[in-house]
């Protein structure tokens, strides 16, 4: 399944929505997406569309996170799939970064 990205300026934070699978095949164009943004501000990447995620797509956050907090930026994960979570939460990287149920919920934050 081919990768979408979509991104939009919400009032509170720059929302960068994915749908798909993210893996070894596809974690580079989300890597571009991310490293292009111009934000020093709040990013939420909403993953709610994401069917599949693996190591390769997880390292695309641990760059973003780094990134993000290079640039005094904030980013902000939103998945509700549980096994695109559980990705999230057995690796610990959802203690790293901000992790939300809903894009509502993440926006709020």
Do not use: C, W, Y
Not at 1 to 19: C, K, R
């Amino acid at each position: 399944m081919d990768l979408t990205i979509d991104v939009h300026e919400e009032p509170s934070a720059t929302v960068v929505t994915v749908g798909g699978e993210l893996d070894v095949h596809t974690a580079p164009s989300l890597q571009a997406a991310l490293t292009a943004l111009d934000s020093s501000g709040r990013i939420v990447v909403d993953l709610t569309g994401v069917s599949f995620l693996d190591s390769t797509g997880l390292s695309v956050f641990v760059n973003a996170l780094a990134d993000a907090r290079e640039r005094q930026a904030t980013l902000a994960v939103v998945a509700s799939a549980p096994r695109v979570v559980k990705v999230f939460t057995l690796t610990g990287l959802d203690s790293a970064l901000s992790l939300h149920s809903t894009l509502a919920e993440a926006l709020g934050a």
